[in-house]
């Protein structure tokens, strides 16, 4: 499994960041398969959002039958 992924974290940074609202926090990205491979080794940290986290943001898909991204 791949660690990090500086793009895609940079990606989600700018995408949600607001510079006026100072808030400092650092995104968790990861993809499907590397949220089965945290979960398989037993990452309580990604099971506890999974189970406990709320969705802050879902963004459509364009032309793709409804599918979503989700932050």
């Known amino acids: 499994m791949k660690c990090f992924r500086p793009d895609r974290f940079v990606e989600v940074k700018r995408i949600i960041c607001n510079p006026k609202t100072k808030l400092v926090f ?30 802050l943001y879902v963004k459509q898909k364009e032309n793709n039958g409804g599918n979503q991204d989700r932050l």
């Open 26 to 55: 650092s995104p968790l990205v990861y993809t499907p398969k590397e949220v089965k491979g945290r979960i398989s080794l037993g990452d309580d940290f990604v099971r506890e959002i999974l189970e406990k986290g709320e969705v």
